[in-house]
């Protein structure tokens, strides 16, 4: 078992997992040189970044030369947004091809940098932006994302595990849905891709990209325990897309720059490690989340106070726990947790310091006041029984203070 590390109980592991310096611990390199040098420390250098590659690729079942290194999720998800679009237009210009402005379709829960490209790009009118709703279960419409497919479209968004209700997206029906498409436009086309966000979803959920059949598939280390500024971006072989940076050849040209080979190598070391404890970590984590909603309906029906679990228990990862309390703000729930020692989100990180509502909540279409919003409860690696119970014991203090 993991040691704790502080007094303080953290629940905002969707938000960021603490680095687990135990596995590196145990799996310790040296970077000498350069990776692009000839000479034999950058030989030597070159070695651990295509043994990180290879070991990612072992994780996820596809070929090395099929990994792209990056700084995380948010530049994965810009990476493809950008490069296809780019590769789209560049593929018209050379084939001297009439011009007809590219779809990209996207659910409305996606994260904020797959969502917020996608606008940009609409904004500059380089592509059109369809959006597949969601059920009030956080769940896509897939009669309607196939209504949505149209022959101008080059790129689908779909999201692995969301990242502040949890929901599991059926990925296998999304695949199929499209190669089905694909057929009936009668042309032997690459698009529409297929472009999975899966940074919520290696601690629980097995991902081979064999049996998903993404296109594009990213995953982020600070959602692995590997630290921030660290990823990697699953681009399957002969997919469409040109790099929107330039300077360097390094990462198959799609992300020129110095490689960080201890990045690399601590986020490889990571995702092999929670791939191997998915089954025996989920378990765990699932008797954690049933003890802490089993307190929570105690609480609320003592209090007498109305709650809203959002997202969907069958559908959904054991590790996010996403609860709106209508009578109370969520601001003041995260505050008031905060001053008891214990740490958990109102909304996605990258968004915490927008005075929005939640684009997730909203989507959800529940009619909850907006400015309401929802507490995220997120557990993880270091997650006790002891912490769910602190928990709970500091929501009936807080609800006792503000009950009226």
């Known amino acids: 078992m993991f040691q704790r590390r502080s007094k303080r109980t953290y629940l905002d592991y969707a938000s960021y997992t603490p680095r687990d310096e135990r596995l590196f611990s145990m799996n310790k390199i040296r970077v000498s040189g350069n990776a692009s040098a000839y000479h034999k420390e950058g030989v030597e250098t070159r070695s651990h970044l295509e043994a990180s590659r290879e070991k990612v690729s072992n994780s996820i079942g596809c ?44 659910s409305s829960i996606e994260h904020s940098a797959a969502i917020e490209t996608a606008k940009y790009l609409e904004a500059n009118g380089r592509a059109q932006v369809s959006y597949i709703p969601v059920g009030k279960n956080g769940i896509i419409d897939l009669d309607i994302f196939k209504e949505l497919l149209k022959e101008n479209t080059i790129l689908v968004s779909v999201m692995y595990v969301n990242n502040e209700i949890g929901t599991i997206q059926p990925i296998h029906e999304v695949a199929k849905i499209i190669r ?40 982020n280390g600070a959602k692995i325990y590997a630290g921030s500024g660290a990823g990697a971006l699953f681009v399957r072989r002969s997919t469409p897309i040109q790099s929107v940076m330039h300077g360097g050849s390094q990462e198959l040209g799609l992300r020129p720059g110095t490689e960080n080979i201890q990045a690399a190598h601590d986020f490889a070391v990571a995702l092999d490690y929670s791939v191997s404890k998915i089954e025996k970590e989920s378990k765990r984590l699932e008797i954690l989340r049933q003890d802490f909603l089993a307190g929570v309906q105690d609480i609320v029906d003592g209090f007498k106070i109305e709650s809203v679990l959002l997202g969907d228990l069958e559908n959904s990862i054991p590790g996010i726990v996403n609860i709106a309390f209508p009578k109370f703000s969520s601001e003041l729930l995260v505050i008031e947790l905060d001053a008891k020692g214990i740490a958990v989100s109102s909304k996605s990180a990258c968004k915490s310091d927008s005075p929005e509502e939640s684009h997730v909540v909203k989507a959800l279409g529940l009619g909850l006041p907006s400015e309401v919003g929802s507490v995220r409860f997120s557990f993880g690696r270091w997650t006790t029984k002891s912490d769910v119970q602190k928990t709970l014991d500091a929501l009936r203090k807080i609800f006792l203070k503000y009950k009226k």
Do not use: W
Request: aromatic share 8%.
């Open 180 to 219: 089905d498409f694909k057929k009936t436009i009668g042309v032997n086309t690459k698009y529409p891709l297929l472009f999975v966000d899966a940074c919520q979803a290696p601690n629980y959920l097995p991902i081979n990209v064999e049996k998903l059949h993404p296109d594009l598939l990213v995953l």
């Open 63 to 106: 070929h090395p030369d099929e990994i792209i290194f990056t700084s995380g999720g948010t530049e994965g998800d810009n990476i493809v947004l950008l490069g296809t679009v780019e590769s789209y237009e560049n593929n018209i210009k050379k084939e001297k091809k009439e011009y007809i402005k590219p779809n990209i379709i996207i």
